[in-house]
């Protein structure tokens, strides 16, 4: 099998390509047997893409690298042209970003994954995974969302990949094209660019600095560790049925107030490190997935706990800055 991957140098993506080669983040129980001949990773390595997130498997001689973007037409005929499947993980995806500016997200997130989809189509893929997430959902006070429920987004980076995800089904729709969906938690994990919160807070943390929270802190979210995440994605790109969306959770919710403390224990910190900030304009407040469609029919569940998850994550951190501190230098990611 040769397996295309998107965005496959970034924080999920080069999660599955080490987890396809190999590589295990955590526990391979129940990750489907899958002996790739090829996997070409095709990545822009804009800010958050980092060829060294696939230093584990830079000698595997069956991993290909084609620096490209997915809205160049040309390249994305010539490097679709032989895979039997793409799992398509390239995407704007940081929503603070998307408020300052939106066009990044819709280039990338709609007309990337259109090239991405009318190469497919001419090359006759057997199988296109599309990653997306519980964002497009929009926000849910009680209950959690199921995968026919409507579509509500609320940031232009949601918005983006909500019209992405319509696309793609529309692709198996319209043109019989075998297209499934994955709509993730809030994931975390190694190799996670230092923007998002866990990363961000760690780090800063681990610096000596401090931490900004939204507001009162009260959204919540569901934590997904990547392993996990990229584990339930294996699963659909496996044996998932055409023209389906498959939620994955991690299936525990916290306050963002409740993650912080957590992080403060973990880092060894205390409250007055933690710096309220106002809240982020169109802040959704809950998210929540129910995730029984993707249990009850490909076996499915979260395999690592947050308690551990997060152990392992701040210890990565702590082991690897010279991953990490290039990355906030560069990138003059608030401190």
Known sequence: MRILVTGGAGFIGSEYVRMLLGVPGGDATGVPAVEPEVVTVLDALTYSGNRANLAPVSQDQRLRFVRGDICDAALVDEVVAGHDVVVHFAAESHVDRSIAGAAPFVTTNVLGTQTLLDAALRHRTSRFVHVSTDEVYGSID??????DWPLSPNSPYSASKAGSDMLALAYHRTHGLDVVVTRCSNNYGPYQFPEKVIPLFVTNLLDGGTVPLYGDGGNIRDWLHVHDHCRGIALVQANGRAGEVYNIGGGTELTNKELTGRLLEACGAGWERVVPVAD?????????????KINSELGYAPSIDLERGLAETVRWYRDNRSWWEPLKAASAVAR
């Open 142 to 147: 009680e209950g959690s969302w199921t995968e």
């Open 280 to 292: 982020r304009k169109g802040h959704d407040r809950r998210y929540s997935l129910d995730i029984s």
